[in-house]
């Protein structure tokens, strides 16, 4: 009876998600709690890894926590947390140059907090400005294109003021971004927005709550194309569905089952200079970080548990056999993909490049150094070695760029 109960509360969630938006082919159904939790062997999946150790020089220092890299056939784009971006040569990682500045100049950025888009047709980087986004040529450095946000058109009359993290450019008619709910009642989930702000299409929010401390959730809309075709998880708290972009409109592609309605949650309230904050202190929620997909696999990270109780897992969908798996969940720590070719960390996916030939991941500098002199880490091969023993404590992040199967 529980598992007919729970397959009946699924069907009336689904039911809802299509109901609001538009309807197209069946969408794939991956159930994160009957996944088949294993270790999962990298060369499963790939048949070599590629190491780029970006260099680090004063003019180029990366965060090893907080970053985002992009691949071009000639370049890693580094993103650092909150300012600087970086240009570094794709074969060998030496720094070429910094894309543009943080500042209030006419080719300036005022943050690249979270993720930002990248354009990989054109090579334009769409970053934060007050009022505006920015869309910056990686190899001028200058800006090439402004977008007015919507939440700064609509301010007046009180609409759209959710905050829109990313935007992206959609099939160059328009933009498309994901509307936090900042305030626990904003009504528009994804606008569809044209360069001056104006709001062409809204798709309603579901989801509202009370909000209880001054922090506003401000979360990346996850954009990728497959095909020739683009695809968005919204950053909503538990995203539980992958749509397609056609037709200007949204098609559920992927749902994932994630449980969420029988999770447990609690919350404790403290003070900080005389002021009240309330957070998560446990968390049983599943929520879908990253989504790709190949002709074969759909790759996904997710996790769940509050500010104290953090894990992360990840794991694929296989579309010939129709079957998910996932590495197994690790408290405080990240699982990944077992490195069974190097003996090196687990690998966490962190994007693929419009090819679908390659997966990209990074190594945090820092950490590597420390579990190899600990004897943490034991490195199976020469390759293996050479990279753990000759990378510092303070270098810049190591890019892994592994080729599938």
Known sequence: MKAKRDAFVFIIL???????YAKSDEPIIID???????????????????YIPL???????????????????????GVNFGEHIYLFDRKDGHFVKEVSRHGYGPDDYF?????????????VLYVQCIDTWRGLDILTGKCVEQIL????????????????????LYKNKYYIGFNNNTTGKIKDKILFFDKEGKVLKSFPNTSFYEQTSFDKVCNAGLFYEYKDEVY???GAQNPDTVFHIKDDNLYPHILFKL???KAKVKYETTKEAGISYTYEKENDKVSITFVEETDRYIFFNFSKGGAFNSTSSCGYYDKKAKKAYCTPFK?????????????????????????????????NAATLNEEYELGKIKPITETGKKIASQTKFDDNPIIMIATLK
Not at 14 to 20: D, I, K
Not at 111 to 123: A, E, I, P, V, W
Request: glycine fraction near 6%; aromatic fraction near 10%.
């Open 14 to 20: 689904l039911m809802g998600t299509c109901a609001l």
């Open 111 to 123: 943050s690249t907090l979270g993720q930002c888009t990248f354009d990989y047709k054109r090579h």
């Open 331 to 363: 408290k405080f720590k990240e699982s990944g993909f077992t490195d069974d070719i190097n003996g090196l960390f687990p690998w966490k996916i962190q994007n693929l490049p419009p090819s679908k030939k390659v997966i990209v991941s990074w190594l």
């Open 32 to 50: 994160i709690a009957q996944m088949e939790e294993r270790e999962i062997p990298l060369s499963h999946l790939v048949s070599k890894i590629e």
């Open 232 to 234: 968005l998880l919204p």
């Open 259 to 261: 449980g969420n309605e």
């Open 149 to 168: 946000k919507p939440s700064r058109r609509y301010k007046k009359e009180g609409l759209y003021q959710g905050a829109i993290h990313n935007p992206y």
């Open 55 to 77: 260099e680090l020089t004063k003019e180029c220092p990366l965060s090893n926590i907080g970053s985002h890299f992009y691949i071009t056939s000639q370049y890693i784009i």
